[in-house]
């Protein structure tokens, strides 16, 4: 990674020095107009962050934690929302109704255990923080005004590769370590997690883990649950950490307890995940489905096939048209290996393509890192230049939110038998939803990962909104299409998390009777209720 | 399946028609004999159970449930123990400590809802019971004195399939339907759940998922877990259903919580597990090793390939003299595939076995059974007849368990950096424990699953034990044995279960933050302490 130094925008999303350049809003707002020629699209700057007025800090750290602790006013606003849309409109608009009173950042375990004891002492609560990069609410202090304060615990200060064991292909991460400082480190022996959610960037080894995030690969083993091989956690009743197995039968699995507990059962500070050496051998394709429904059955028989294709996203016409300047669905399909070259496997997912009338879009890619010089990060192949414009999408997102549009995500997944129903509801009920609230605009969808049993799809929302409104209008049709999922046998997220938003709808697809376990599991753990309160769990009253 | 009636063994494993044949006992005592020149080997038949006496039951089912109900001796014998080398001895010995006062075999969920109502309101424990093919004391009402009762809950009466989903590869199952019943049912719509536990015969759905059971696959997705869309379970607190998805990152998974819990946090009623078609393409290859740590180097390169093998059994020289009459070590490969033939594949497995200086012992086969006539279930290659012996060795054990012998296994896992260490530390333990009590014989190990970051070794004791003794003596040896697999790394089991027999390494090895959770989760759903008690968890006093 390059050394040179950025700012992190306080605002929207990533650094300041990678927001589009005018010539790239320039383009972007030109395809918005292709798409909705009405749209308004005046610039809305953010405001000054010192204009914001803030409360005083209502807790100060006890002595020896006082150094840990910063109350300044950038860190604090940058610490009151996630990453959402909804998110950088409110910040877009100077609305900070929720800000942590202190932001502590630990640099030892111990540091971790002294904050909780102190915290719960003082009745104050601590909302776990890695990279800020939620967009379900999940760091956002909404219900400050309950308890005697708020502490935003960063992670960012450990940071570290503690050890690595090849043989074992496995490695010990502390939990506060960024994607690219994660695989920095990693890279001089060879290795690499190969867990790229889109947030990447921006997010932390123990972020991905309390969210259970997805990763690169669209098929297999790709949700960071598959990569964990044991966990540390510090709760408030005391230090966990599970033993580093490559699998086992004894009771039910302590590390998937806290996969998806999203801080509410203790602050994750170190695991070990399971690294392999970077991939030599790559394929990649592109195939266009005249027809969506053919698109989508080849997927389904190449999420059965067995051939687990790293890459396997079918985007449909709208996201095609958006992302890809096509206009029929296409399917971006890619396969990587460390061990042989994957022609046999290429070879056979697009015999199965041309079975359901896929027409490839342009030469199949083939490379060796071993034989093919200019071949690197940053220009591989195909499926890395999506990777690459996916990363961009949250810049654009900003531009547009920026400009009054609604520019927002939601996901989910099903099985293959409820997907068509599913889609074709999620599709009625935003369109409706748009309509109620005077939005002109167009719903995509994508797969982002697939299994033999069902598709999880992406969908995005860009819609010219009514600049003041925009959360609003956002909201409603985010209650829309979140009850069409649930309706129609959806999860309300794959990989997003519940966080504060989700909680409604979550609260519907969960089993009573495991909220009631998870419960009584937070109490006996965090008998004081002082981590993360409004995630996951309606709170006692 | 045969339609033939068979009856089950009150004492032993399967059926009695099954035991094996005086010319199979002749040739097995003479390899026994080969390997332990001065065993006794002086049969010990099992008592006339009617001989056994027994208590007499200290409840009845109130009315309603009565017809459900059992106490009849035979049924009671069978119900009492498992069917581990402990179980049988104990069993030939006529020693029954512990039965349960009534079998109830429900044949809806709404008779498991009434007999765990009656059961908490008349303070009578119940223990779940599938197959009773426990070797781990899972079944056992062992404190059977505490309460005013104990239920032995047979769920093999709930045993259909009740819904399949060709689109999505998913059946509805009933939690009491055994592997040949369930396969029975699945055949005629070309599916298969493909999961062949050794006690596949014996052994329930919902006996797989309470105790987390290892499949027919050496690598890949080959856990119950991961064969699980969804649960319905039933506890004394309620009725919880988990919603069928094929993935979801909402909250910690509920799924994951009752997969393996033993039966101590409610009664798994019936589930959504993902099927496949019937595989079609099959390759099978045997690779003799003359060093076995290069085999074990061959077996690791091979986890981590990407390549996932169907079949990649490792067995050591002691268990490949024992069971497979080699020498050498011996690699046991095979791949399958619905979608395409694997040549691709086992060609180049078998590259990474000779770069390791392995030597095929044979011709690699390939099938393809819409080609090949004369292929089916019982003779179709070399891994299925491996799997025909594999099946045949409860037999043997019993047959040499009424022979004075000790023939027992345990299993774990590990990672591949701890592996070398904790096998000879398992070699050094037995063998110590052994001479203790007097006891000539042979560990074998051989690796029934591999994982990228570490394989899961089954070891065997063959043992000349003293006929009285052979319980104590074997329990000394595991004792022994068990402190070796948690001092090494190692988990106390990988798909055996903890039960009642491993609970003492269980409490070591698992965080006790997490037996603070699982025990709040277990008051949440089972106030009244019904379910299963003395399993996983230390009984409150």
């Known amino acids: 990674m390059t050394q040179t130094r950025r700012t992190r925008s306080w605002w929207g999303w990533g650094h300041v020095e990678d927001a589009l350049s005018d010539e790239e809003c320039a383009q972007l707002t030109d395809r918005v107009r292709a798409l909705i020629p009405d749209a308004d699209l005046t610039v809305h700057d953010p405001p000054d962050p010192h204009d914001i007025t803030l409360p005083a800090p209502r807790i100060e750290l006890p002595g020896p934690l006082a150094h840990l602790a910063s109350d300044e006013h950038i860190d604090r606003l940058s610490h009151s929302h996630g990453k959402a849309f909804r998110d950088v409109v409110r910040a877009l608009h100077g609305e900070f109704d929720s800000v942590p009173d202190q932001i502590v950042r630990p640099t030892t375990e111990q540091d971790v255990v002294d904050v909780l004891s102190w915290a719960g002492d003082a009745g104050v609560v601590v909302i776990p923080f890695g990279g800020g990069s939620s967009v379900v609410g999940g760091v956002e202090p909404r219900d400050r005004t309950g308890g005697a304060g708020v502490v935003s615990l960063d992670m960012s200060a450990m940071d570290r590769v503690l050890e690595l064991d090849e043989v074992s292909r496995s490695a010990r991460i502390q939990a506060g370590t960024f994607g690219p400082h994660l695989e920095d480190q990693l890279r001089p022996s060879g290795y690499t997690l190969r867990h790229f959610p889109q947030s990447f960037e921006f997010s932390t080894v123990g972020g991905w883990l309390a969210t259970r995030a997805g990763g690169h690969y669209a098929t297999g083993y790709t949700h960071i649950d598959d990569l964990t091989q044991s966990l540390r956690v510090v709760s408030p009743a005391g230090v966990s950490e599970s033993r580093r197995l490559p699998g086992s039968g004894a009771g039910p699995s302590p590390d998937r307890m806290f996969l998806g507990s999203e801080g509410i059962l203790g602050v994750i500070t170190e695991a070990w995940l399971r690294v392999q050496p970077r991939p030599r051998w790559k394929a990649t394709a592109s195939v266009a489905f005249a027809e969506y429904d053919r ?78 010089t200019g071949v690197d990060r940053s220009t591989g192949d195909a499926a890395q230049s999506w990777r690459s414009s996916f990363i961009r999408m949250p810049y654009q997102r900003d531009a547009l939110a920026a400009r009054g549009m609604i520019v927002e995500t939601f996901e989910t997944a099903c099985t293959w038998s409820m997907f068509p129903a599913l889609k074709a509801a999620v599709e009625a009920a935003a369109a409706t939803a748009m309509e109620e609230v005077g939005v002109t605009g167009a719903l995509s969808c994508r797969f982002t990962h697939v299994y033999p049993d069902g598709p999880a799809p992406y ?76 995630v996951l769990l309606r709170e006692r009253t």
């Open 295 to 372: 698109g989508v059955d080849a997927v389904r028989e190449l999420s059965q096939s067995g051939l687990a294709p790293s890459n396997c996203r079918l985007l449909d016409p709208v996201e095609a048209k958006i992302n890809a300047g096509s206009t029929s669905s296409v399917l971006v399909l890619g396969f990587e290996s460390t061990d042989h070259p994957v022609q046999p496997w290429m070879g056979r997912a697009l015999e199965i393509a041309r079975d359901h009338s896929g027409e490839l879009t342009g030469p199949v890619t083939y490379t060796d890192s071993a034989t093919t």
């Open 459 to 534: 969908f995005g929302v860009y819609g010219a909104g009514e600049w003041g409104r925009t959360v609003e209008q956002w909201d409603h049709i985010k209650r829309a299409v979140s009850d069409a999922l649930i309706a129609h046998g959806g999860t309300i997220t794959h990989h997003h998390a519940v966080g504060r938003d989700h909680v409604p709808w979550y609260r519907e697809q969960r089993p009573d009777l495991f909220a009631a376990a998870l419960r009584a599991a937070k109490d006996a753990l965090d008998p004081a209720g002082v981590l993360n309160p409004g």
